[in-house]
C-alpha cells in the first residue's frame, strides 16, 4: 500500500499514513496534533537503485549487497557501543531522507501564503 507523508509548516512534525491504492491520499490533509494547523503533502518518490560495491568508511568494509550492508552496520554499532558505553544504531540512509536545504523555507513560504 502507498504511504501520503505531511509535514506541519510549524513545528515540522511528520505524519504517515498507508491506504489502499484505490482509495488515495486523504481528502483533506490531517491536522498538526500539536499544532492544530494543517499539514502539507510531502511528496517522495522512491527509485530503487542496483546497490553497487563500495567502500563504507562507516563501517570499514567493502559491502556489495544491502544485506551485508544491515549486517556490518550492525556490527559497527555494536563495537561502538561496546567501546563508548552507549547505543549506537547506525542506519543506512536512503535518498528520499536526503532533502534540499530549501525544503523548509519552501513550506513556510506557503504556510505564510507568500
Ligand atoms: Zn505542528
Known amino acids: 500500500m502507498p504511504f ?3 509535514k506541519c509548516p510549524i513545528c515540522k512534525n511528520s505524519y504517515v499514513y498507508e491506504a489502499p491504492i484505490a482509495s488515495g491520499p486523504p481528502s483533506t490533509p490531517p491536522e498538526c496534533s500539536i499544532c492544530e494547523v494543517r499539514t502539507l503533502r510531502n511528496y ?3 527509485v530503487k537503485n542496483s546497490f553497487r560495491e563500495h567502500y563504507n568508511a ?3 568494509t ?3 549487497n544491502r544485506t551485508q ?3 556490518d552496520l550492525k556490527k559497527a554499532s555494536d563495537d561502538a557501543s561496546e ?4 547505543t549506537h544504531d547506525f542506519q543506512p540512509r536512503e535518498w528520499g531522507d536526503l532533502k534540499p536545504d530549501s525544503y523548509d523555507e519552501f513550506l513556510d513560504a506557503k504556510a505564510s501564503g507568500e
Not at 83 to 86: A, C, E, H, L, S
Open 69 to 71: 550492508l544491515l549486517d
Open 4 to 6: 501520503y507523508q505531511y
Open 83 to 86: 567501546y563508548t558505553g552507549m
Open 58 to 60: 562507516a563501517t570499514g
Open 62 to 64: 567493502y559491502v556489495n
Open 44 to 46: 517522495q518518490f522512491f
